[in-house]
Every structure is written in structure tokens, then in C-alpha cells.
């Protein structure tokens, strides 16, 4: 082979494998965009994924908050007394929707205790007036709310209250109960919020 005829020959070997990188990068290109269009990012699927939560530590009176979606899911360990408190009549003479039939719930939350188990109450803490975050007036008689105050929950942004089972009182800017998600148990104190008892 002639020197002319070698480079000929090294100048096509070259051109044929920079075409065929060229292809493979161009459809890798337009591969990764296709497929991040399909696919739910991470935060998008964490964002959307039921939460557990063990509530053996949580003591009877206390709340605690978990995040589900984006929003505060408030669980309250109701004592005996709180229970009690929610058949009151002087109480339910107050509450705007007292059988939750306008208010947002599972039906098998949609009863007095608003819940599964009535010790264990699941709310999403998101006030239904313009969405602030109430606040935990547990103690009865409380300085602000006054002497007749059994208990519940306060939305400082306009003044909303809500009994120990999120129903509304009448006379608030809040127009429905606080809302409960969808819920199970896996063992006995350990709830998953964000898949329906219904569907265990
Ligand atoms: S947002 Fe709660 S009372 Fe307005």
C-alpha cells in the first residue's frame, strides 16, 4: 500500500468511528430526556408515599406531627376523659357539623371519635378556613379560650376552634371539621397514614 493509499485508508477509519460515537451520544441525548419525562422523581415519589408511624413511645394526652405529602398529619393519644368529652352535650350544642356529614373523612372515621380506634385520633392539621396550622389547646379551661373551653384545637389566624375530634364550633371562619386521611394499622400501635384501612 502507497503512503497516499495509508492515509486514505487511517483518514476513513477515523470518520467511520467518529460517526458511530456521534450516533450513540445523539441517542443517549435523546434518551435521558424522555426518560426523566416518564419516570416520578425521588421527591415526587416520597412526597406521595405512605408514612409508618410506631406510636408506642407517645404518651396518653400528647400529640405528635408527621409529614405526609407535603402536610402536617397531627396524631393525639386521647386519654378516657378525653373520649368522654367529645359525647358532652353543652359540646356538641357548639359544634358546627358534630356527624362530620359535610366534613372530609374515611367512612370508617366518619363517627364521634373520628377515628379507628378512638384512642388514637389522625388528623390532617391544615385549618379548613384558609389553611394555617392549628394549634393543641388540650387543657380544658384555658385562659384564651375561655372557662368553657373542654379541649381541642385553636387556629390563631382567625379564630377557628376545633373540638378533641377536629369538629368545628359554629361561629368560625372554618366552614368544615378538620380533615382526616386515609389510615391503617399494621400492629397494634404502629399506623401507616396514606393507605385506607379499607384496602388492608
Ligand atoms: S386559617 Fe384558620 S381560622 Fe383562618
Same mark, same amino acid.
Given at each position: 500500500m502507497s503512503e497516499a493509499e495509508q492515509i486514505d485508508n487511517n483518514r476513513r477509519h477515523f470518520l467511520v468511528a467518529a460517526t458511530t460515537a456521534a450516533g450513540v451520544i445523539g441517542a443517549a441525548f435523546t434518551a435521558v430526556p424522555f426518560l426523566a419525562s416518564w419516570k416520578p422523581s425521588a421527591r415526587a415519589q416520597a412526597l406521595g408515599a405512605p408514612v409508618e408511624q410506631d406510636l408506642?413511645?407517645?404518651? $396518653?394526652?400528647a400529640m405528635i406531627k408527621v409529614s405526609w405529602r407535603g402536610q402536617a398529619i397531627f396524631i393525639v393519644h386521647r386519654t378516657p376523659q378525653m373520649l368522654a368529652e367529645l359525647e358532652n352535650p353543652s359540646l356538641l350544642a357548639r359544634l358546627r357539623d358534630p356527624d362530620s356529614k359535610a366534613s372530609l373523612q374515611p367512612e370508617y372515621a366518619k363517627?364521634?371519635?373520628?377515628?379507628?380506634?378512638?384512642e388514637y385520633l389522625v388528623l390532617?392539621?391544615?385549618?379548613?378556613?384558609?389553611g394555617c396550622a392549628p394549634l393543641a389547646?388540650?387543657?380544658?379551661?384555658d385562659a384564651e379560650l375561655?372557662?368553657?373551653? $373542654?379541649g381541642g384545637f385553636y387556629c390563631p389566624c382567625h379564630g377557628s376552634k376545633f373540638d378533641l375530634s377536629g369538629r368545628v364550633y359554629k361561629d368560625?371562619?372554618?366552614?368544615?371539621n378538620l380533615s382526616v386521611p386515609p389510615y391503617r394499622f399494621l400492629a397494634e400501635n404502629v399506623v401507616q397514614i396514606g393507605v385506607d384501612a379499607e384496602a388492608a
Open positions: 408506642s413511645k407517645l404518651e $396518653p394526652g363517627n364521634t371519635d373520628r377515628a379507628l380506634k378512638g390532617i392539621g391544615v385549618c379548613t378556613h384558609l389547646r388540650f387543657s380544658p379551661q375561655g372557662a368553657d373551653w $373542654p368560625v371562619p372554618a366552614p368544615t
